[in-house]
């Protein structure tokens, strides 16, 4: 079995979790594992490329963030393979699994960046929230693993949107 199909590929998966189970999982894993391995480098992308007032506080802001992140992959990874899967995080595989466009800001203004940075976030956030509700259902695990990165992962853009926010509460896109 290849695991570009989302298949289980050991001969085992974790003591007590059906098969079925397991396969599902994985699935819902492997889409979170490509997300958080594309936001790292989004992240990284922006802390390098973003220009203009308020510069240097962005820039120390995103660093945290990608390593967190960096860590959020390391853990869905380690647990997909604790299921018998097996996590692929080459370029090219991220490439081919994910279902959005890739970032298109290059050198660009704090607003511009954390603008678009914010509606990452809510795709990645959004799906996390998703993979929770239905890894409910098959491995309450690997949901709470997922319920906690989404604690820091709303955190950070909450961290984003203070940037872009009016003093009126609303964000400027």
Same mark, same amino acid.
Do not use: N, Q
């Given at each position: 079995m290849s695991n570009t199909e989302n298949a289980k590929v050991a001969g085992f998966t974790a003591p007590g979790l059906k098969e079925d189970a397991a396969q599902k999982a994985i699935a819902l894993l492997d889409d979170r594992l490509v997300a958080l391995i594309d936001l790292q480098l989004t992240l990284k992308h922006v802390h390098w490329n973003v220009v203009g007032p308020n510069f &240097?506080?962005? =820039? !120390? +802001?995103?660093?945290?963030q990608v390593d967190a992140? *960096?860590? +959020?992959t390391d853990t869905i $990874?380690? *647990? &997909? $393979?604790?299921?018998?899967g097996v996590p692929e995080g080459t370029p090219e595989a991220v490439v081919r699994k994910r279902s959005w466009k890739d970032y298109s800001i290059g050198k660009g203004l704090v607003a511009e960046h954390l603008s678009e940075l914010d509606k990452v976030y809510i795709g990645v956030n959004g799906d996390h929230r998703k993979a929770i509700d239905e890894l409910s259902e098959v491995d309450p695990v690997s !949901?709470?693993?997922l319920t906690g990165q989404l604690g820091d992962l709303e955190q950070f853009q909450?961290?984003? *949107? $203070? =940037? &872009? !926010?009016?003093s009126s509460g609303e964000l400027k896109r």
């Open positions: &240097i506080g962005v =820039h !120390e +802001m995103l660093d945290p992140v *960096r860590e +959020m $990874a380690e *647990r &997909i $393979a604790t299921l018998g !949901e709470d693993m909450w961290f984003v *949107r $203070a =940037h &872009i !926010e009016s």
